[in-house]
């Protein structure tokens, strides 16, 4: 999960979208992760959990945990009592679900550290995104701190959950929260067979710059359940590219998936209009931006609405709300297993 990020606030804008990371100043990142970028749960009875900075959190019922990470804001939500979870993201209250949050504070990254030091926390939970010496600050007002590390998927959010269960001492609830999530991913996975994949990329436009999101990002598992074969992954593209007009061209998407409101972006710009995802035959799909690119458990709901779009005669069934993981989000299976 190593990524080679572009330059530029246009990026920040597309990570924002992706996954509001990181609510702390500065956002340097000074302590590599261990575990492949993530962490994850230890055997059963272990005392401490390991944190993707290599640092041991002890396991406890922890009564005031504030959540610095959409990631964690969802999770945390399922897995412990809500008068446990005592402040989340701004960018949450902004979600369409974030009624699920009632009126419990919100933390943005303006005067973040007072902000969360006056919710009096045992428990701060961030990523990888959260400045260094940020969390030393408030581990030296005795506050614990927990990075799960970067979040690129599926492979991490499962692994986020199981983590944020050994740490709370609630693995019985983090192994149900799983079961439920794996549920829905193998329905969206069922819909549509491998054969039947839909040709296309993902991508956002700024100006003259253009971005993609492939292989090794949430993109490629929201794509792939979507029912789309990746077109910027099959030519080696990786992380978060910046294309230049010649590799557009040469990929000549069928098939646009893009942020809500950019197919007009799309259509208009003299080289893009170009391609085939332009053309008669071609299709430029739009998702929510609250759930495109979630790299949590709003996969489920953003890999829905592409499929509703792309698919529309292989979804029996409406999406569900992408915060719950209880009920199936398509219809029964239209194909074996992969």
């Known amino acids: 999960m190593k990524t080679n990020l572009v330059n530029g606030a246009l990026l920040v804008t597309t990570l924002l979208l992706s996954m509001w990371a990181a609510t702390l100043p500065g956002g340097a990142r ?8 993530a962490a994850d749960a230890p055997e059963e009875g272990a005392t401490e ?3 993707a900075r290599g640092v041991a959190v ?3 019922p922890y009564q005031r945990i504030v959540s610095l990470s959409t990631i964690s804001d969802h999770a945390l939500l399922g897995l412990v009592e ?5 402040a989340v993201t701004e960018y949450t209250s902004r979600h369409p679900v974030a009624w699920r949050f009632g009126a419990r504070p919100k933390v943005s990254s303006s005067g973040a550290l007072e902000s969360v030091l006056a919710l009096r926390p045992d428990l701060v939970v961030v990523t990888l995104y959260a400045d260094e010496s940020y969390l030393a600050r408030l581990r030296e007002n005795g506050v614990q701190v927990f990075d799960l590390g970067d979040m690129r998927g599926i492979e991490t959010t499962r692994a986020s959950i199981r983590a944020l269960g050994a740490l709370l001492d609630v693995r019985d609830r983090s192994a149900a929260f799983l079961r439920s999530y794996d549920r829905e991913l193998t329905a969206l996975d069922a819909v549509v067979a491998d054969s039947d994949l839909a040709p296309g990329l993902y991508l956002s436009v700024y100006g003259d710059t253009f971005f993609g999101a492939t292989a090794n990002t949430s993109y490629a ?12 992954a099959e030519r080696g593209f990786v992380d978060w590219p910046q294309y230049t007009a010649e590799q557009l061209l040469e990929l000549d998407p069928p098939l646009i998936v893009t942020l809500e409101g ?9 080289l893009l209009s170009t391609l085939r995802a332009c053309g008669p035959e071609g299709r430029i799909v739009e998702i929510d931006g609250a759930f495109n690119g979630d790299a949590g458990l709003g996969i489920v709901e953003a890999a829905h609405q592409i499929l509703t779009r792309v698919h529309p005669e292989r979804v029996t069934a409406p999406a569900v709300d992408a915060s719950s993981t209880a009920r199936p989000t398509t219809g029964p299976p239209t194909k074996g297993p992969r």
């Open 82 to 86: 809500p008068e446990r979870l005592v």
């Open 30 to 37: 000074t302590v590599v992760p261990t575990q492949g970028g």
């Open 49 to 51: 959990v390991v944190d």
């Open 221 to 232: 598992d929201t794509l792939r359940l979507g029912g789309v074969r990746d077109l910027a």
């Open 262 to 270: 950019m197919g007009a972006v799309i259509r208009n710009h003299a």
């Open 58 to 60: 002890p396991v406890a």
